[in-house]
């Protein structure tokens, strides 16, 4: 069982930035690809960046260049350093670990961006 635990979320205004975290429990997680998304009110869940065991990166075209996905395998910590914040970029994101197809949820942390 992985357990993820998000922090970093608050309240900025737009072109600041945060950096939230994400912990994870259990001896796999080194194993497990890492992705953050995010759900804005009245929208679907989308994927935001997600990375690789090997370190690999991929992120959605509206936060190229904005944010960007890190992870130390030793703390069992994924990060997303977000900056540049735009209104639209409001939502709950989530963190979530993929170990052997099965996805693993947090339970999220709110980020809104003011005009």
């Known amino acids: 069982q992985v357990q993820l635990v998000e922090s970093g979320g608050g309240l900025v205004q737009a072109g600041g930035s945060l950096r939230l975290s994400c912990a994870g429990s259990?001896?796999?997680?080194?194993?497990?690809?890492m992705g953050w998304y995010r759900q804005a009110p009245g929208k679907q869940r989308e994927l935001v960046a997600d990375i690789t065991s090997l370190g690999s990166t991929n992120y959605a075209d509206s936060v190229k260049g904005r944010f960007t996905i890190s992870r130390d395998n030793a703390k069992n910590t994924v990060n997303l350093q977000m900056n540049s914040l735009k209104p639209e970029d409001t939502a709950v994101y989530y963190c979530?670990?993929?170990?052997?197809?099965?996805?693993?949820w947090g339970k999220g942390t709110l980020v809104t961006v003011s005009s």
């Open positions: 259990g001896t796999v997680f080194s194993f497990a690809a």
């Open positions: 979530r670990a993929l170990l052997a197809g099965i996805p693993h």
